[in-house]
């Protein structure tokens, strides 16, 4: 922070953002039914063990083949191989909501590793919200909470992919990210010091009915889970809901 844009002994409680994504390592299992073409590979969750950290971004804002409210998985092909078929490559990748015949991939990718995207001899992927079947439009991939009031009014793919940016402001509860920041008074003179704590900054619906989970839930509860709905058979949790680090600020 530049503390020649602020003003002596005024005291500052409020802060605007508007982050393209919030990028963070959690312990993760992927369950996959059979007949999903990852389902046998070693990302596949058979007992505890299996979960690894992974790195994933929460998209807020849209640039290249990201949307708003996407979820993107980073992975190496390591973590992905199958023993008997190729390894998809390292990279970035969505994860599809819903599998069914023809859409039988639960990884999707976004961007590979080590490729430089021209736009002529190396294109971006399509986003896959343009994807029809039982489940179209923005609801081909898992992503972020629903809330219309925070991400706009119209949930398809002119607003997820809009330009019109999303603002994070601690003064509101819009969006329910828990976006709060300590008061600070600034005297002249002063350097200004932020410290982020991102302790339990990140929600998910872990599931309670074990009639819901057509997988082997992780001992630990706070292994996040992954995978796609395929028939009645739900192979993740349900809903992701990210918070913004509580910022401490002081003036010394």
């Known amino acids: 922070m530049d503390s020649a844009t602020y003003v002596d002994g005024n005291t500052y409680d409020n802060y605007d953002l508007v982050p393209l994504y919030l990028e963070m390592v959690m312990e993760a299992a992927f369950h996959f039914p059979a007949g999903v073409d990852e389902y046998g590979y070693a990302l596949d969750f058979i007992t505890d063990g299996d979960e690894d950290s992974y790195t994933f971004r929460l998209y807020f804002n849209p640039i290249h083949n990201f949307w708003k409210r996407d979820i993107l998985v980073h992975l190496e092909n390591t973590q992905i191989a199958s023993p008997t078929e190729k390894a998809y490559p390292s990279g970035w990748y969505w994860m599809r909501r819903g599998v069914e015949p023809g859409n039988s991939n639960f990884l999707i990718l976004a961007v590979e590793d080590g490729v430089v995207y021209d736009g002529t001899t190396n294109v971006l992927p399509a986003h896959p919200g343009n994807l029809t079947g039982s489940v179209p439009g923005t609801e081909a991939v898992i992503d972020l909470f629903a809330d219309g009031t925070f991400w706009g009014s119209s949930a398809d793919a002119a607003t997820y992919n809009s330009t019109n940016p999303i603002h994070i402001d601690s003064a509101t509860a819009v969006g329910g990210l828990g976006a709060v920041m300590d008061p600070f008074t600034f005297t002249t003179g002063d350097t200004i010091t932020a410290v982020p704590d991102v302790t339990n900054t990140f929600n ?46 002081t003036s010394t």
């Open 204 to 249: 998910f619906w872990y599931f309670t009915d074990p009639t819901d989970s057509d997988f082997l839930d992780p001992t630990d509860t706070d292994v996040v889970d992954f995978g796609p709905d395929s028939g009645s058979e739900k192979h993740g949790d349900w809903g992701f809901h990210p918070f913004m680090p509580i910022f401490t600020i």
